[in-house]
């Protein structure tokens, strides 16, 4: 062993270590990268069609999105304001309301008696401190969700030299395969964003125009909420229909949640293996258990910020794996046997 | 070493690493994988005997499933589950019974021993009071909640992680080429077609196993029913299917199951306890030497110390889910160290400078 290749594999140790301490901070980096191939998208169209350049593309985008923004809040805002306002009045009221359902269930009532004999204060003392740690949680993410919007438009308004960057970190043999793994990856997720944009949008109207037939109060609130947490597959819809579900229990009757359940589940089914297939089957192709087993690993691994960006990073790790470990590695692998079998 | 060789090492090391930190997620797959592989199995079956096409042979079996869930459900939970409650309020009782009667027998060895006196066992009676519950229970009911909340929590984590293990059983049941192949991507390329085989080797022995369990857990629950009854022990229901859920954990599963019938029996007489107890020792090994064998291939024969051997480690390392699935794990290991390790790598070892030492002595020897 040279004193090249140990100086070689020192710094290679070191790096990973290194990487491994900074995990949260490349997530968002990475989280960033996502927002940014958000934003190129349709920077990359317009530019097809109308010729401006890079900087007064994004600059016209970020208009339009704010403006639209502005538009969408401002027309929905007092109803949203007002909604928020009914559910934090009725959020409550939900474990009494919850607590005179169960003790109409007599095997049930035994252990409701037990449970509010110890909910005292000085039990729920412990919850406060937690409360505390949530508020901390929540300005830390905010801070979190400035840098990542800010690092995606320095990216967007200079994808080039970027790449560049990234490029001249591998070796020179490797470079022009580089090239093509980053545009792929580069086209995986922006295919993967626009076919989710899409489900999420149209999931969202559903929604909406469901609860609103169904005659569910805060339709808009459930539906916005519904639509967000399309991004976070299989574990995301679900979270999303307790809100309407409790919403229709509390307003509505018992009767009502089970309609809100089954349309719920019936919207969620036809989004997860209808729909979605059908917006991704063009460009990106993963298998069901592949994403649900991700966002197992990387909320384990990561926490919250991992689950929520697990099928991003997914995408993205699959085309590295497919071109790079199959591909490269062990599609070629084959002399092997011979040396083996001599 | 070149640099690459090194790259790979590494590379090599840190994806152990990161899979040993998520042995936990691997093991629910695992579970997953292993009820897929039951679905497939019932669903090759239907397929071949109805002769119609995949996805109505799984929509067929799933149906037949739910039929058949339902029914056991409806039919044996209410009383299982009144039985199993009856049976957890008496175990305190049995455990005073018994100590009351080792007292008795103490009492009376050392009134033979030393004429009338009977002192020196009061620590017994001390520990027959601490265990009362009820002094436990008035004493922390403050804990009694706290532990209340982390049960619920502890419900919900099972409830998700179940929910987990049945979608990821369905996910892959549906399309279980499309895993096997994705698997086999990577593979090296020279080694693929033979990584196949051996999937599909353990794909039969888990599927062959799991078939000769079901047999022999209806069979150890038939048994132990009509023997329970025989005897006029009570709660049959729920001593004879707690008997063939546990038969699924050999060893450590019959022994556990026999703790609860016989504590029940003992609340009627010490002797109907001995006969519950001789009762599962002859079930148990009728199941061992007569069903087993007779339903289960040859060649998934796993020795009584390996099993033994094979609990001990996966529960080590992955907890009680790994105490449930050693047996599982242990096949498909058993496969894959026989096809792999053994027959690729080992048979074909053939050391050279060992042959050559040889022949250099057969060559000392023959002038």
Same mark, same amino acid.
């Given at each position: 062993?040279?004193?090249?290749?140990?100086?070689?594999?020192?710094?290679?140790?070191?790096?990973?270590?290194?990487?491994?301490?900074?995990?949260?901070?490349?997530?968002?980096?990475?989280?960033?990268?996502?927002?940014?191939?958000?934003?190129?998208?349709?920077?990359?169209?317009?530019?097809?069609?109308?010729?401006?350049?890079?900087?007064?593309?994004?600059?016209?985008? %970020?208009?339009?999105?704010?403006?639209?923004?502005?538009?969408?809040?401002?027309?929905?805002?007092?109803?949203?304001?007002? !909604?928020?306002?009914?559910?934090?009045?009725?959020?409550?009221?939900?474990? *009494?309301?919850?607590?005179?359902?169960?003790?109409?269930?007599?095997?049930?009532?035994?252990?409701?008696? @037990?449970?509010?004999?110890?909910? $005292?204060?000085?039990?729920?003392?412990?919850?406060?401190?937690?409360?505390?740690?949530?508020?901390?949680?929540?300005?830390?993410?905010?801070?979190?969700?400035?840098?990542?919007?800010?690092?995606?438009? /320095?990216?967007?308004?200079? =994808?080039?030299?970027?790449?560049?960057?990234?490029?001249?970190?591998?070796?020179?043999?490797?470079?022009?395969?580089?090239?093509?793994?980053?545009?792929?990856?580069?086209? *995986?997720?922006?295919?993967?964003?626009? +076919?989710?944009?899409?489900?999420?949008?149209?999931?969202?109207?559903?929604?909406?125009?469901?609860?609103? %037939?169904?005659?569910? =109060?805060?339709?808009?609130?459930?539906?916005?909420?519904?639509?967000?947490?399309?991004?976070?597959?299989?574990?995301?819809?679900?979270?999303?229909?307790? #809100?309407?579900?409790?919403?229709?229990?509390?307003?509505?009757?018992?009767?009502?949640?089970?309609?809100?359940?089954?349309?719920?589940?019936?919207?969620?089914?036809?989004?997860?293996?209808?729909?979605?297939?059908?917006?991704?089957?063009?460009?990106?192709?993963?298998?069901?258990?592949?994403?649900?087993?991700?966002?197992?690993?990387?909320?384990?691994?990561?926490?919250?910020?991992?689950?929520?960006?697990?099928?991003?990073?997914?995408?993205?790790?699959?085309?590295?794996?497919?071109?790079?470990?199959?591909?490269?590695?062990?599609?070629?692998?084959?002399?092997?046997?011979?040396? !083996?079998?001599? | 070493?070149?640099?690459?060789?090194?790259?790979?090492?590494?590379?090599?090391?840190?994806?152990?690493?990161?899979?040993?930190?998520?042995?936990?997620?691997?093991?629910?797959?695992?579970?997953?994988?292993?009820?897929? #592989?039951?679905?497939?199995?019932?669903?090759?079956?239907?397929?071949?005997?109805?002769?119609?096409?995949? =996805?109505?042979?799984?929509?067929?079996?799933?149906?037949?499933?739910?039929?058949?869930?339902?029914?056991?459900?409806?039919?044996?939970?209410?009383?299982?589950?009144?039985?199993?409650?009856?049976?957890? !309020? @008496?175990?305190?009782?049995?455990?005073?019974?018994? %100590?009351?009667?080792?007292?008795?027998?103490?009492?009376?060895?050392?009134?033979?021993?030393?004429?009338?006196?009977?002192?020196?066992?009061?620590?017994?009676?001390?520990?027959?009071?601490?265990? @009362? =519950?009820?002094?436990?229970?008035?004493?922390?009911?403050?804990?009694? $909640? &706290?532990? &209340?909340? +982390?049960?619920?929590?502890?419900?919900?984590?099972?409830?998700?992680?179940?929910?987990?293990?049945?979608?990821?059983?369905?996910?892959?049941?549906?399309?279980?080429?499309?895993?096997?192949?994705?698997?086999?991507?990577?593979?090296?390329?020279?080694?693929?077609?033979?990584?196949?085989?051996?999937?599909?080797?353990?794909?039969?022995?888990?599927?062959?196993?799991?078939?000769?369990?079901?047999?022999?857990?209806?069979?150890?629950?038939?048994?132990?029913?009509?023997?329970?009854?025989? /005897?006029?022990?009570?709660?049959?229901?729920?001593?004879?299917?707690?008997?063939?859920?546990?038969?699924?954990?050999?060893?450590?599963?019959? $022994?556990?199951?026999?703790?609860?019938?016989?504590?029940?029996?003992?609340?009627?007489?010490?002797?109907?306890?001995?006969?519950?107890?001789?009762?599962?020792?002859?079930?148990?090994?009728?199941?061992?030497? &007569?069903? $087993?064998?007779?339903?289960?291939?040859?060649?998934?024969?796993?020795?009584?110390?390996?099993? #033994?051997?094979?609990?001990?480690?996966?529960?080590?390392?992955?907890?009680?889910?790994?105490?449930?699935?050693?047996?599982?794990?242990?096949?498909?290991?058993?496969?894959? %160290?026989?096809?792999?390790?053994?027959?690729?790598?080992?048979?074909?070892?053939?050391?050279?400078?060992?042959?050559?030492?040889?022949?250099?002595?057969?060559?000392?020897?023959?002038?």
């Amino acid at each position: 062993m040279s004193g090249r290749t140990l100086v070689g594999v020192l710094s290679l140790v070191v790096l990973g270590l290194l990487a491994w301490e900074l995990r949260l901070v490349l997530l968002v980096l990475f989280g960033a990268v996502v927002l940014a191939v958000a934003l190129d998208v349709p920077i990359t169209l317009l530019r097809r069609l109308l010729p401006f350049s890079r900087p007064a593309a994004l600059i016209l985008e %970020l208009v339009v999105l704010a403006v639209v923004g502005g538009l969408i809040t401002s027309l929905l805002l007092p109803e949203v304001l007002e !909604q928020i306002q009914v559910l934090s009045n009725l959020i409550p009221q939900l474990p *009494a309301r919850l607590q005179t359902l169960i003790s109409q269930v007599p095997q049930l009532h035994a252990l409701e008696v @037990k449970l509010v004999g110890g909910a $005292t204060w000085d039990r729920l003392q412990p919850l406060g401190g937690q409360l505390l740690g949530f508020a901390g949680g929540a300005a830390n993410s905010t801070v979190q969700l400035l840098l990542i919007a800010l690092l995606a438009v /320095l990216f967007a308004l200079d =994808p080039r030299s970027h790449q560049r960057l990234l490029l001249a970190a591998t070796p020179q043999f490797y470079r022009g395969r580089v090239q093509v793994l980053l545009s792929e990856c580069r086209e *995986a997720l922006g295919g993967w964003l626009a +076919g989710m944009t899409l489900s999420a949008v149209v999931v969202f109207l559903a929604t909406w125009a469901g609860l609103a %037939l169904l005659k569910v =109060p805060l339709a808009l609130l459930s539906a916005l909420v519904c639509g967000l947490l399309t991004f976070v597959p299989t574990i995301g819809p679900t979270a999303a229909t307790l #809100l309407p579900m409790a919403v229709a229990l509390l307003l509505a009757g018992p009767a009502k949640m089970l309609q809100v359940a089954v349309f719920r589940l019936v919207l969620q089914n036809a989004e997860a293996f209808v729909l979605t297939p059908v917006l991704l089957s063009r460009t990106v192709n993963l298998l069901p258990t592949v994403a649900l087993m991700a966002q197992l690993c990387l909320g384990a691994l990561l926490g919250l910020p991992g689950l929520l960006l697990a099928l991003p990073l997914v995408v993205v790790l699959q085309v590295l794996c497919q071109e790079v470990l199959v591909h490269d590695v062990m599609d070629r692998w084959t002399t092997a046997s011979g040396s !083996q079998k001599r | 070493m070149k640099f690459g060789q090194w790259l790979a090492l590494i590379a090599l090391v840190a994806s152990l690493l990161l899979l040993w930190s998520l042995r936990e997620a691997l093991m629910l797959f695992f579970t997953g994988v292993v009820l897929a #592989l039951a679905l497939c199995t019932l669903v090759g079956t239907v397929q071949r005997r109805f002769c119609c096409g995949r =996805p109505l042979a799984v929509l067929l079996s799933l149906l037949v499933i739910a039929v058949v869930v339902a029914i056991g459900a409806a039919a044996i939970v209410p009383p299982f589950i009144a039985q199993f409650a009856e049976l957890i !309020q @008496k175990l305190p009782e049995a455990w005073a019974e018994l %100590l009351s009667l080792l007292r008795q027998a103490l009492e009376s060895v050392s009134r033979m021993l030393y004429g009338s006196s009977d002192g020196g066992l009061s620590w017994l009676e001390n520990l027959g009071g601490s265990v @009362k =519950p009820g002094s436990a229970l008035a004493s922390g009911v403050g804990d009694w $909640t &706290l532990r &209340l909340v +982390g049960l619920v929590g502890n419900l919900g984590t099972v409830v998700l992680k179940t929910l987990f293990v049945l979608a990821v059983a369905l996910m892959v049941a549906a399309q279980p080429t499309a895993y096997r192949e994705a698997l086999l991507q990577l593979v090296p390329s020279f080694y693929r077609r033979r990584a196949r085989a051996v999937l599909l080797q353990c794909g039969e022995a888990l599927s062959a196993w799991m078939g000769g369990v079901l047999i022999s857990s209806l069979c150890v629950g038939t048994l132990a029913a009509v023997g329970l009854s025989l /005897l006029g022990v009570r709660l049959v229901a729920a001593n004879a299917v707690l008997a063939g859920l546990l038969n699924i954990i050999p060893n450590v599963g019959p $022994t556990l199951s026999t703790l609860f019938p016989m504590s029940v029996a003992l609340l009627d007489s010490p002797w109907k306890a001995m006969a519950v107890l001789g009762l599962y020792v002859v079930v148990q090994n009728l199941e061992s030497y &007569l069903i $087993t064998p007779s339903v289960m291939h040859h060649q998934l024969k796993l020795l009584p110390g390996l099993t #033994l051997t094979a609990q001990l480690i996966f529960t080590v390392m992955f907890g009680p889910l790994g105490l449930v699935l050693a047996l599982p794990l242990a096949v498909c290991l058993q496969v894959i %160290l026989r096809e792999v390790v053994i027959h690729d790598i080992l048979d074909r070892w053939k050391d050279k400078p060992l042959r050559r030492m040889a022949e250099r002595q057969g060559d000392g020897v023959t002038p």
